[in-house]
């Protein structure tokens, strides 16, 4: 292997190493928000709840998303302390940066009093969830 190709490998591996702490919660922040978010479905088709008034499930979902979204700003900060041109740095930042913005349509989402608003903001962040998957398949491409 040349230089360059060994000192490209090193930079890669400094962002695995940034990343790969943090992947394992985002991957279980991930089940706990949609587990929360199916409990919420579930109260919601029961009428449960009564309108303008957060219910448990509700909470249980935000806060979920909050812990979801606290992990990802943590990655992301984690990996702007990796050199500037280390491989896959900027595809890291811009998966991470894709995931906050889904996690924070979604929050709004699920904020929002207006049906019609709080759709749009679900379309959206269903958008970036794709966009952020898509990155995340090329960050790991980048990082084998």
Same mark, same amino acid.
């Given at each position: 292997?040349?230089? /360059?190709?060994?000192a490209g !490998?090193?930079? $890669?591996? $400094?962002?695995?190493?940034?990343?790969? +702490? =943090?992947?394992p *919660?985002?991957?279980?922040?991930a089940?706990? =928000?949609? $587990?929360? @978010?199916?409990?919420?479905a579930?109260?919601?088709?029961?009428?449960? !709840?009564?309108?303008?008034?957060? %219910?448990? #499930?509700?909470?249980?979902?935000?806060?979920? @998303?909050?812990?979801? *979204?606290?992990?990802?700003?943590?990655?992301?900060?984690?990996v702007? /302390?990796? +050199?500037?041109?280390?491989? !896959?740095?900027?595809?890291?930042?811009r998966?991470?940066?894709?995931?906050?913005?889904a996690?924070? @349509?979604?929050?709004? %989402?699920? %904020?929002?009093?207006?049906?019609?608003l709080?759709?749009?903001?679900? *379309? %959206?962040?269903?958008?970036?969830?794709?966009?952020? #998957?898509?990155?995340?398949?090329?960050?790991? *491409?980048?990082?084998?």
């Open positions: 292997m040349s230089p /360059t190709q060994e !490998g090193v930079k $890669a591996a $400094a962002v695995s190493a940034a990343i790969e +702490p =943090f992947r *919660r985002l991957e279980d922040d089940r706990d =928000f949609s $587990a929360a @978010l199916l409990a919420l579930k109260s919601n088709a029961r009428g449960a !709840g009564s309108f303008n008034q957060a %219910s448990p #499930q509700d909470k249980a979902a935000l806060k979920a @998303l909050s812990r979801w *979204r606290r992990d990802a700003q943590h990655a992301l900060h984690r702007r /302390t990796v +050199p500037t041109g280390a491989a !896959g740095r900027s595809l890291a930042e998966w991470l940066k894709a995931q906050i913005a996690l924070e @349509l979604q929050r709004q %989402s699920l %904020s929002l009093v207006d049906p019609n709080a759709a749009d903001a679900a *379309r %959206s962040a269903g958008e970036r969830v794709e966009e952020y #998957q898509r990155l995340e398949g090329r960050l790991d *491409r980048v990082l084998a």
